[in-house]
């Protein structure tokens, strides 16, 4: 599946991206792309600048410089509206759920369903979440409740809910399966089979070099804020990726 | 918890009960614990001076008047409290839009309309809750763009609003204010009369049974469990019996024998025997309360902002991920809440018939607590806007008992200061056991 080339445009392309927090370089000249269908892992020590990358395309942080491509047109991102507008759907590693509200308010929350006086309408939305729910984990029941009340595995699944309902053509996953057990990490590797094969590209930022081999067809590394590289995953074993995030070297130089 | 027992048992008949009404437990507690204060004092009232007095229309009348200025403020700060900020401005900008709305309407409109002129009192209502919302804005802009802490902010705007209504007056009590504009304050005249409160009980009423017919409706529409028919009745029917009471409570209370001369003098009405009876009906700062409250809970539980203030107390973070501008949500809520400042310092000024820079002095405090009572949660995300003015009534409760059966200021102030204290941690009790 590596070994297919990747022609034509990219969904997205990020070209040398620079930010800097009070003189820290947290991105320093970073640039990664990816292709319709294609999963790309994101990985790096604690602090290596994948989150905050991330968080620059899904319009949480402002690049100082570089530019992103989405489907080969300059695109602007300032905002998390801007980047939804571009249809990048993000779930974050603390999955960004307001725990006081419900399910269905989360997942419409920034774009809630309105009836024709402009009122929210909690009926319709609590209905279309019960749809995406019945789809993505059909145990999943407690509508009423504050996601407070839910547990590690369900929460997680109302923020996948959420990337995945506004028809995502690019998604960020943020360690999915982080908090997870076996079952439900089943489950999310199961979904981005599923998406890869709807034509939908994902970013996957992972510490599990495992999680890595079975799911990305690339994998970007990042260290210091600096790309080590980018490879095929197939080219590649556990051990060179391990090297390139503790060590920083490309496999092909090292060897 | 009670959710393992429920489903491994038969529920019990209260459990049922609540669940098929799906009624709110805290709102319950509230309207007892209510209750408890009211028939307590009145019973405390009856054994130690021989007089209830408490259970009366009329001293329930005037407990709805007087609760009005504080439950219009507490339904904003219900906002301000919920995004896990505070606002300790709130009494010193109600003394300040009072002053404004005082010298407006004694100093300047006499001299360019002439005393008494029938546009005097709207000007000067629109002026006073603009500069409410003005001074909110202000206050939101520091906090929002300026990142100062609210409590700051504030506490300088206690100061400030304070100091700034003594210079506007130089320490003048303004008056006589407007004759119109006294009106919004309550008194035999500021109310709407027995007609009036029986069409503002009908209007409730038909509103009350089209929410339970429509909510029903659309739970049909989209394939939701349905309450039980006898539900459905049983809240229609305690839900118009309440309006009813309210109605028949506020018109039970007769205007003062002293008005009704004065009143039948002026209309040439010959006095029966026995007497004329003139109800009060419900005093217009109370409809004006009723009116936020129907607004307010609108805007909290059906707009996209009231979800937005939600989503910002549950999860600040989230919320801007989301693409919600959470800054400029602050400066509208903080500019909200200087509205219905404005608005209550038009009912605070007009009940007292007079402007001065002294009006609404320890009111933020009442108003806090107020919405603290209610259930509003310090940690942000949780509060209601019914739940605010319950706790505005019981406060206001508490003291007019405690004036009714002779306790001194010393002694109120102490026991409004524990049950504050108390109403949280049964608060905390309450949350952690329906966890």
């Not at chain 1, 006081?100 to 929210?120: H, I, K, M, Q, W």
């Not at chain 2, 048992?9 to 098929?20: A, E, S």
């Not at chain 2, 469990?225 to 039970?252: Q, Y």
């Not at chain 2, 739940?387 to 002779?406: D, E, K």
Request: with cysteine; glycine share 12%; charged share 15%.
């Amino acid at each position: 599946m590596s070994s297919k080339t990747n022609t034509g445009t990219p969904l997205i392309d990020m070209r040398d991206i620079c930010i800097s927090f009070g003189g820290v370089h947290a991105v320093d000249h970073v640039s990664v792309d990816l292709y319709p269908g294609e999963v790309v892992g994101l990985l790096g020590h604690n602090g290596a600048g994948k989150s905050t990358l991330i968080k620059i395309l899904s319009g949480a942080y402002k690049m100082d410089s570089g530019e992103i491509y989405v489907n080969g047109e300059r695109a602007d991102i300032r905002s998390p509206r801007d980047a939804r507008r571009y249809n990048i759907e993000t779930i974050y590693q603390t999955l960004a759920l307001a725990d006081n509200l419900d399910a269905a308010s989360n997942l419409f929350l920034g774009r809630e369903l309105t009836s024709p006086l402009g009122l929210v309408d909690d009926d319709a939305m609590e209905s279309e979440a019960r749809k995406i729910m019945a789809r993505l984990n059909p145990n999943f029941q407690k509508f009423k409740d504050p996601v407070s009340a839910l547990s590690g595995g369900q929460r997680q699944s109302v923020a996948i809910a959420r990337a995945v309902y506004f028809n995502a053509q690019i998604l960020i996953m943020d360690e999915p399966t982080a908090a997870l057990g076996p079952h439900e990490t089943q489950m999310v590797s199961e979904l981005i089979t599923q998406l890869k094969a709807e034509g939908i590209g994902i970013f996957l930022i992972s510490h599990d070099i495992h999680d890595v081999m079975e799911l990305c067809d690339r994998a970007s590394v990042m260290k210091n804020g600096k790309l080590v590289g980018t490879v095929d995953v197939a080219d590649v074993t556990d051990d060179d990726l391990l090297s390139m995030i503790i060590l920083g070297k490309q496999p092909g130089k090292a060897a | 918890m009670s959710e393992h027992s429920a489903t491994r048992n038969q529920p019990g008949l209260v459990q049922r009960f609540m669940r098929d009404t799906e009624l709110d437990t805290r709102l319950l507690g509230m309207l007892g614990a209510l209750a408890l204060i009211w028939v307590g004092f009145h019973v405390y009232g009856a054994l130690s001076n021989g007089f209830g007095a408490f259970l009366t229309p009329r001293n329930l009348w005037n407990l709805s008047v007087q609760t009005a200025s504080i439950g219009i403020m507490a339904c904003g700060m219900v906002l301000v409290i919920i995004t896990r900020h505070i606002d300790l401005s709130v009494g010193s900008v109600l003394g300040f839009c009072a002053v404004i709305m005082g010298i407006t309407q004694v100093w300047f409109l006499p001299k360019l309309v002439g005393l008494e002129h029938w546009s005097i009192w709207i000007i000067a209502c629109v002026v006073g809750m603009v500069a409410g919302t003005l001074v909110g804005a202000i206050h939101g802009w520091l906090i929002a763009y300026l990142s100062i802490p609210a409590f700051i902010v504030t506490l300088g705007g206690l100061l400030v609003w304070r100091g700034a209504a003594f210079l506007i007056t130089r320490g003048e009590t303004i008056s006589p204010l407007d004759s119109t504009f006294k009106l919004l304050g309550g008194g035999p005249n500021g109310a709407v009369g027995a007609t009036g409160s029986w069409i503002v009980g009908i209007i409730a009423a038909i509103a009350v049974v089209a929410m339970i017919i429509m909510g029903r409706a659309r739970r049909k529409r989209f394939d939701f469990r349905l309450r039980p028919i006898w539900a459905e009745w049983f809240i229609g029917i305690i839900s118009v019996g309440a309006v009813v009471g309210a109605v028949l409570l506020v018109n039970a209370y007769p205007w003062p024998t002293g008005i009704v001369r004065r009143y039948a003098a002026a209309n040439d009405i010959e006095i029966p025997e026995g007497g004329l009876f003139i109800s009060h009906g419900f005093a217009i700062p109370v409809l004006i309360l009723l009116a936020v409250i129907v607004v307010m809970t609108v805007v909290m539980n059906r707009t996209r902002f009231g979800r937005y203030v939600y989503a910002i107390g549950g999860n600040p973070e989230a919320a801007a991920l989301a693409g919600i501008n959470t800054r400029w949500m602050t400066v509208k809520i903080f500019a909200l809440m200087g509205f219905l400042t404005g608005l209550s310092a038009v009912v605070a000024s007009a009940r007292l018939g007079s402007a001065t820079n002294a009006l609404g002095t320890l009111d933020e405090l009442y108003v806090i607590a107020a919405a603290v009572i209610g259930g509003t949660s310090l940690s942000g995300g949780v509060g209601t806007i019914y739940g605010a003015v319950l706790g505005a009534f019981v406060m206001q409760s508490l003291q007019t008992g405690m004036v009714l059966i002779g306790f001194d200021a010393a002694v109120q102030q102490v026991v409004v200061g524990g049950v504050l204290v108390l109403a949280v941690y049964l608060d905390n009790l309450y949350r952690r056991s329906s966890k």
